[in-house]
């Protein structure tokens, strides 16, 4: 067999592990449903943002993250982003920031992936995973994570520094 294949397959055989040890329920919040160390949430709005945003846009994050797998299978809400100007916006990127902490601005870690047709949505959501060799997490980001020093942030033409900030914490 080709490399390729053999890559292909391992990553095919990962997704399995990942959606069999989580799942969520459809319009609610994501349900771990083996092996779920940490629960991960954020709710993210405009005065998070360093410097503060002052309007009604808003964000939660929710995650199970497995140390044994070095996976997060995540959640991410979005509603009211252009609310206050009454002017369509668009969603540009989302992503992950760290080591910061609430007030505190950190550096770029990682994309969170919003599907195209989500893009222009005021009020949605997307779910995804991290998980692969690729997307797993190192010590430090690991330990990051766990200690409350990540948080994610949502992008829009207007607001290309960020829109609604969400910080994240972690519970056992």
Known sequence: MKKGILKN???VFLGII?????GC?????LQSLLWADYK????????QMVPSLTNTATGKFSANYNIELNSMTYTLRWANLWVNTGI???????GFYSPAAKGENGTA?????????????????????IAGTKEAFNEKEEADLLNGKWYYVIHTKKFPNGIV?????ASK
């Open 9 to 11: 397959i391992l990553y």
């Open 18 to 22: 990942v959606l069999g040890t989580f």
């Open 25 to 29: 329920t459809q319009g609610g919040e």
């Open 40 to 47: 991960v949430v954020g709710d993210g709005s405009g005065d």
């Open 88 to 94: 369509k916006d668009t969603i540009v990127k989302a």
């Open 109 to 129: 870690v990682r994309s969170i992936y919003i599907p195209t047709t989500k893009l222009l949505n005021p009020t949605d959501s997307t779910t995804y995973a």
């Open 165 to 169: 900030r969400g910080q994240l914490s």
